[in-house]
């Protein structure tokens, strides 16, 4: 059973910093892109940032120099940690995995709120 599960969110001041965690099981990790999708009310999700096996990253243009995304492949955990942050950036927080075949997983969520 493919379990992602969250943790590391709450309420932040503007400027502050959280790191976000998912632990991962049931899946081949070492095999798996991992990334971190944000969806805020009434927005479609959009996708923050992703690392592969290898540790390439990309990043969505809003949180480049801000966020960076990380891998433990053996916690089985991909991180984000997220500095100087902005009201814009409250959100759920989604992990999601994916395969080279394209399937994909998700965690439940955890919410980011960030204050002004």
């Known amino acids: 059973q493919v ?3 969250e943790s590391g969110g709450g309420l932040v001041q503007a400027g502050g910093s959280l ?3 998912c632990a991962a099981s049931g899946i081949n990790f070492s095999f798996s892109v991992m990334a971190w999708y944000r969806q805020a009310p009434g927005k479609l999700r959009e996708l923050v940032a992703t690392i592969t096996p290898g ?3 990309s990043y ?3 949180v ?7 891998r433990d492949n053996g916690q089985k955990t991909v991180y984000l940690q997220m500095n100087g942050l902005k009201p814009e ?3 759920v927080y989604y992990c999601n995995s ?3 075949s394209g399937i994909q997983s998700w965690g439940q969520g955890t919410q980011v709120t960030v204050s002004s």
């Open 64 to 70: 480049t120099g801000r966020f960076t995304i990380s």
């Open 98 to 100: 994916r395969y080279p």
């Open 3 to 5: 379990q992602l599960v």
């Open 19 to 21: 790191r976000l965690s």
């Open 55 to 57: 540790g390439r990253t």
């Open 89 to 91: 950036d409250t959100a």
């Open 60 to 62: 969505t243009v809003s």
